[in-house]
Nanobody
């Protein structure tokens, strides 16, 4: 079994910054990729950013230049540094990981429980 534990959400004023963290633990052989998605009320869940084991990154156009994704392979943790936050960034942010599990050596996708980010004055 694999667990993803997120932290770092909260309330911030427009223009402010937050950093989200997501730590993976459990039956992990290797982590193929980790990323962040978000879901605002009444909207579909959307990709925010993803980073592969090799360090390749991909961002949604709406966050390019403002958000930075990074990972610490030793800690099995991914981070999302969010700067210049806007009210439209308000959403529940979910960590996602594509993990090769030790039990079957197959790649399996996992989700965190979500963390609320609210950008408001």
């Amino acid at each position: 079994q694999v667990q993803l534990v997120e932290s770092g959400g909260g309330l911030v004023q427009p223009g402010g910054s937050l950093r989200l963290s997501c730590a993976a633990s459990g039956s992990i052989s290797s982590i193929v990729a980790m990323g962040w998605y978000r879901q605002a009320p009444g909207k579909q869940r959307e990709l925010v950013a993803v980073i592969t084991n090799g360090g390749n990154t991909n961002y949604a156009d709406s966050v390019k230049g403002r958000f930075t994704i990074s990972r610490d392979n030793a800690k099995k943790t991914v981070y999302l540094q969010m700067n210049s936050l806007r009210p439209e960034d308000t959403a529940v942010y979910y960590c996602n990981a594509n993990i090769r599990v030790t039990t079957t050596l197959r790649n399996v996708g996992y989700w965190g429980q979500g963390t609320q980010v609210t950008v408001s004055s």
